[in-house]
């Protein structure tokens, strides 16, 4: 009978790579050959989520979520003065939504107080026909699901995505 070993999908953490270094070690001492990193197939999903992150941090401005406190309505609502006119996706961009949205979360999420606030804002919007959508000329009457704001945390994947789907 002969001993076969195929090849290990792990992550990019560094113990994964001591692991396999130790294998390596451990099966050469029984001669058996053993090839670390021929063995390893890095994890394509968890590949893909670090060049994700990477993409979004050239692209947000960490000092803007460190100044949410600084934020006003103006801000938030995207009040310029051309804010009559349809937003280029540049002109979205320049704005840093990301960073804006982990400000917002942060703010509202940082007492009892505010998320209550942001719920019944919610609830009281969606009774009395506040949130409305632009079609065209004119405007569609939205109702806003009753959602828990999730705050983004750099362990946890695709967690960019869930916030801004909150917001």
């Known amino acids: 009978m002969s001993l076969q070993i195929g090849h290990f999908t ?50 947000t401005d960490e000092e803007l979520i ?8 103006s801000i938030i609502c995207g009040e310029t003065e ?16 990301i960073a804006l949205g982990r400000s917002i979360v942060r703010v509202i999420c940082s007492s009892g107080q505010r998320r ?5 804002l919610i609830l009281t919007g969606n009774e009395k026909h506040w949130f409305k959508v632009k079609k065209g000329p004119r405007s569609i009457e939205v109702q806003l699901e009753q959602l828990q704001l999730l705050r983004d945390v750099r362990t946890r994947w695709d967690s960019v995505y869930y916030m801004l789907r909150c917001l």
């Open 66 to 73: 460190d100044d949410s406190e600084d934020l006003d309505d």
């Open 82 to 97: 051309t804010s009559s006119l349809p937003q280029t996706y540049e002109e979205a961009t320049k704005c840093d939504p």
């Open 116 to 120: 209550d606030a942001f719920q019944e």
């Open 10 to 59: 792990l992550d990019n953490a560094a113990n994964n790579a001591t692991f396999m270094d130790e294998l390596g070690k451990c099966l050469t001492a029984c001669d058996i050959p053993f090839d670390a990193k021929d063995r390893r197939i890095m994890c394509l999903p968890h590949v893909i989520n670090i060049c994700c992150g990477h993409v979004i941090c050239e692209f």
